[in-house]
T-cell receptor
């Protein structure tokens, strides 16, 4: 059974700092997704990573996938307040279902 | 607008009642997924339909049921409601997993 673990679950950081959110998963998969959710709002797709070594960047966010290590990272560069949100990773299992991490609540303080 | 339409956006109802939540998937998407998200909680997968047929079931209570109609819209029926059923209910749709899921804006259900 595929399990997805995110850490940290909560992160409070200062503007201008860099940090990384980790997403580990337990069995083989080559499809990983990152989503953002603002409080009380819907989930917005950020990145779709479909192969080993995939790296995608959008603004101050960069996501990467290492299928051998079963690890994805979401790196935040020079954080700004607008990036405060909850970030979820999800991994596709063998039945093409998405298995979700618990989410990382990110608070960026001025 | 994500292309996935959920109605109603808000619903307040009493314990013991029954409600129906509706979802229209993005044009061309055959799969519909229902999720429950309680306050400050993660996403709980309820059920998936693909082209009118149930494809996968998650932690869906027996009091809850769903269906997908020939026009691909889906309804989630919640009955004998309890206070603990208060949550955000999301519908998502997908064409294929190369693109992940597209989420609707959700229905916020409050049971009083």
């Amino acid at each position: 059974e595929l399990k997805v673990e995110q850490n940290p679950l909560f992160l409070s950081m200062q503007e201008g700092k860099n940090y990384t959110i980790y997403c580990n998963y337990s069995t083989t998969s080559d499809r990983l997704y990152w989503y953002r959710q603002d409080p009380g709002k819907s989930l917005e797709s950020l990145f779709v990573l479909l192969s080993n070594g995939a790296v995608k960047q959008e603004g101050r966010l960069m996501a990467s996938l290492d299928t051998k290590a079963r690890l994805s990272t979401l790196h935040i560069t020079a954080a700004v307040h607008d990036l405060s949100a909850t970030y979820f990773c999800a991994v596709a299992d063998s039945n093409y279902q998405l298995i979700w991490g618990a989410g990382t609540k990110l608070i960026i303080k001025p | 607008d994500s292309g996935v339409t959920q109605t109603p956006k808000h619903l307040i109802t009493a314990t013991g009642q029954r409600v129906t939540l509706r979802c229209s998937p993005r044009s061309g998407d055959l799969s519909v997924y229902w999720y429950q998200q309680s306050l400050d909680q993660g996403l709980q997968f309820l059920i998936q339909y693909y082209n009118g047929e149930e494809r996968a079931k998650g932690n869906i209570l027996e009091r809850f049921s769903a269906q997908q109609f020939p026009d691909l819209h889906s309804e989630l029926n919640l009955s004998s409601l309890e206070l603990g059923d208060s949550a955000l209910y999301f519908c998502a749709s997908s064409e294929e997993l190369n693109y992940g899921y597209t989420f609707g804006s959700g229905t916020r259900l409050t049971v009083v």
